[in-house]
């Protein structure tokens, strides 16, 4: 009787403390800026229609118990092949005419990060970063030092050429921003960021922007949140942003919509730009401050939304 008893309380137990369903949450971003809304439908639409494949590609990954950090990558490695946004194939040109490429990422569980710029012959320069991040005991490798470490690792390599896309060339000299990132919680409860861009049009030759710098364009912390940036990188390095909002919400005790609004609103300039982010709990946030940001999100509660303007 007693032992009946005992096996009683003990299922009692574990049935009223039984998990929920484990949360995940993702979001995307394409790129901020001067995005007229003038825009014609049938290329709104691409944009969309890009948006809404990169976000299937990274809840499916999510929803079915996978990595946020393979959520990061997938979207962002589905973005960099599609010529519409300025990251791998569609990345911008410099002054110079060719293109050097950006991107970083990071684990919100363990701090391990990853990074490269100046790169000209990397396909999936998101991947390179995951490599410096798994492969070596280094967070950040630049222009040809990046290179040889893409030969080591065996990264897929594309003549500068590659990035060549008439689109581009068209906008050469008009001041077009863009860049892409992904956040996610994943439900291990683990953050990760990453961003990666071909930097800004017409850059000069070694310019670095903040895409490739942990705690400017991207950051992730457990603790707090998962952040990646876009718009004018020189204002997102000097307010070290990302990892701002981090520790607002860390060590300021503000919500993730309160963080990232402070320093999207308060520090930084209007037209500078927005970030994507999501926090432990799985809420989302995604401010901006210039004309428009493509993004697009989704968590398990059902919410689910892509966008360019306001
Ligand atoms: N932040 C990127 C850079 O400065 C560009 C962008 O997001 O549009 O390189």
């Not at 393979?70 to 569609?90: Q, R, W």
């Amino acid at each position: 009787m007693k032992q009946l008893l005992i096996f009683l309380l003990i299922v009692g137990i574990s049935c009223s403390s039984a998990k929920p369903d484990k949360n995940y949450a993702i979001a995307i971003h394409g790129g901020a800026g001067t995005i007229s809304k003038d825009m014609p439908d049938s290329i709104r639409i691409k944009y969309e229609k890009s948006l809404r494949a990169a976000l299937d590609m990274g809840t499916n990954i999510l929803k079915n118990g996978g990595r946020s950090l393979d959520a990061v990558m997938s979207v962002i490695v589905y973005l960099e092949n599609d010529p519409l946004f300025n990251a791998g194939k569609g990345a911008v040109y410099t002054a110079e005419g060719t293109h050097e490429l950006d991107a970083s990422i990071m684990d919100g569980k363990t701090y391990a990060c990853g990074a490269i710029t100046g790169v000209t012959t990397v396909k999936n320069p998101i991947l390179l970063a995951y490599d410096v991040m798994m492969k070596s005991k280094h967070v950040l490798f630049a222009g040809p030092g990046a290179e040889k470490f893409a030969d080591k690792v065996g990264a897929p390599r594309v003549p500068n050429t590659y990035f060549d896309t008439e689109n581009r060339f068209e906008q050469w000299n008009k001041s077009k921003k863009g860049t892409v990132g992904c956040v996610a919680l994943d439900q291990e409860g683990n953050l990760a960021a990453g961003t990666s861009t071909g930097g800004m049009m017409n850059k000069e030759f070694g310019r670095v922007g903040d895409a490739p710098i942990i705690g400017a364009g991207t950051y992730a912390d457990n603790l707090s949140c998962a952040v990646s940036a876009t718009g004018s990188g020189e204002e997102f390095i000097r307010h070290g942003v990302a990892k701002t909002i981090s520790d607002i919400m860390k060590y300021g005790k503000k919500s993730l919509k309160e963080a990232g609004e402070s320093v999207i609103f308060q520090i930084l300039k209007t037209g500078d730009g927005g970030i994507i982010s999501v926090d432990k709990d799985g809420n989302i946030a995604m401010p901006f401050n210039s004309l428009g940001m493509y993004r697009a999100a989704a968590n398990s509660k059902g919410f689910e939304t892509i966008k360019i303007w306001e």
